[in-house]
């Protein structure tokens, strides 16, 4: 079965401190897996997605398949991180995403 | 503007009323979800269409219903809310050509039903 998990519900760390939110996956093949992004008051969006090797917002994620993890990290947080963010994975068919339960992520002064 | 497009925003109504969550698009996607969502929980998907009458029920049981008679349009009604209805509903799409394989999702920014 598909499944992701999101071990933390919520995550603090001061300004200017690394963050890591931990993402792990279960999935028979090759994943592609997402990181979406829910700012306060706006829509879930896309942040980055493996494929793309890419760094947003300062925000990188690498796919270990040995570990099955897809976790966020980024070196110095800042407080327009805050945000709750959720990982998700493409299923077999292609067609459907599975989500996790989601991070709180809160950067603090 | 291309956006995907939901409404209510925000919905209250009591127990055994029909509704019909509306969620438009104009980015001319092929693909288009609903999904529900509790607080601090994981999205779980509804419904699904690949297009044009195409209809499929998603991972989560779910007592609505969804129609797809137009590519920009996908309505979800609830015949009879229940208090076990209330939650977030979430509308996202995305193209359905070979070439946008790898596309995510767009989502609609919501609709927060409460139902008592």
Redesign the interface.
Known sequence: AQR?TQPE?LLSVFKGAPVELKCNYSYSGSP?L?W?VQYSRQ????LL?H?SRESIKGFTADLNKGETSFHLKKPFAQEEDSAMY?CALRSLS?????????T?LSVLP | EADIYQTPRYLVIGTGKKITLECSQTMGHDKMYWYQQDPGMELHLIHYSYGVNSTEKGDLSSESTVSRIRTEHFPLTLESARPSHTSQYLCASRPGRERDYNSPLHFGNGTRLTVT
Not at chain 1, 43 to 46: A, D, K, N, S, V
Request: hydrophobic share 35%.
């Open positions: 992701v519900k592609e997402f979406y829509r879930l969006q896309l997605r494929i959720y292609g067609q459907n995403f599975v989500f996790g339960p989601g709180r």
